[in-house]
């Protein structure tokens, strides 16, 4: 097998087919034929403020995106070139490294709701009180620094190629499930796949739906971690702490500016590492512990 080791210039020419700004405009259509919809039917899915919100966001990440390109690529190559094992790149690499990339989205997904760092990269993405295609366009600006999370695939021999093509993919296909309008389907679906039903429950703040259902393609790392929740009552949707702003830069920053506060506050450095890295849900019993000492 060849494992001749790559340069950051031959993956560059190799002119990587970007599939999430050729599908941009099928989202945006597809964003307002929904908004249409909804107005007709007088339901209340959509908010102007809220979607200009989303949709600046979104643009502003494609720019972050495409100016750390470099880095992005470097990081993922450095360590494709650590290894001296390569899987061969066929259709089945495809599918295994879909697959593979889906089980780390799980687990950075699970550690960005749970610890209270990486949540500040993932609550823009939950501040919305509304459930539209328009809130996929919500991603952090601050979410690029969560590719360390993929350092795994590419330590297994995935080419880079195969890597970011199989990325590309498994983001674009959270746009599809973040809908009213899509149901239940049928059960071999609901049970394997990520579904509009199942991430209606991840993005809802009850009780019962809260830190639940984080797959990203796939529901079966939900089931396997006992994270699973069927959608079973209306979802609430927003954040337990909402944030009243439609301002875009206060939305991706307004967690970090609150963890720089309660670290200027801290009167320690356990206080400090708690304050930074709590879990978000038991942040306010933190603050109570600490206050009381």
């Known amino acids: 097998m060849n494992n001749e080791k790559l340069t950051l210039e ?3 020419s190799m002119d990587l087919p970007n599939i999430i700004l050729y599908a941009a405009p099928v989202m945006i259509i597809l964003v307002a034929l929904e908004w249409i919809i909804s107005f007709y039917k007088k339901k209340d899915y959509y908010d102007g403020k809220d979607t200009f919100a989303a949709t600046t966001i979104g643009i502003v990440n494609v720019a972050i995106s495409a100016s750390i390109k470099l880095i992005t690529f470097g990081i993922i190559l450095f360590f494709y070139n650590l290894v001296p094992w390569r899987i061969p790149d066929t259709w089945w690499s495809f599918i295994l ?8 989205r799980y687990w950075a997904h699970r550690i960005a709701h749970e610890n209270r760092f990486w949540w500040a990269t993932h609550v823009t993405h939950h501040s919305s009180e509304k459930y539209n295609w328009s809130v996929s366009f919500r991603l952090g600006w601050t979410q690029h620094i969560k590719i360390v999370f993929f350092i795994p695939v590419a330590l297994s021999g995935f080419h880079p190629v195969v890597f970011f093509i199989c990325h590309q993919i498994e983001v674009l ?5 973040h809908t009213e309008y899509i149901r239940k389907l049928p059960k071999p679906i609901e049970y394997i796949f990520t579904t509009p039903s199942h991430h209606r429950v991840h993005h809802a703040r009850n009780d019962k739906y809260l830190d639940k259902n984080y797959g990203s393609t796939f529901i079966i790392w939900d089931r396997i971690f006992g994270t699973f929740q069927p959608e079973e009552e209306q979802a609430d949707y927003g954040i337990t702490r909402p944030v009243k702003s439609y301002n875009p830069v206060y939305l991706c920053f307004h967690e970090w500016m609150d963890i720089i506060k309660d670290i200027r506050n801290s009167k320690s450095l ?3 590492y708690a304050m930074t890295f709590v879990r978000p849900s038991r942040l306010e019993e933190k603050r109570k512990s600490f206050r009381d000492k």
Request: charged share 15%; with cysteine.
């Open 173 to 177: 296909y959270q746009f599809w499930i």
């Open 10 to 12: 031959q993956v560059l």
């Open 97 to 104: 490294c879909l697959v593979w990339i889906d089980f780390w």
């Open 270 to 272: 356990k206080e400090v």
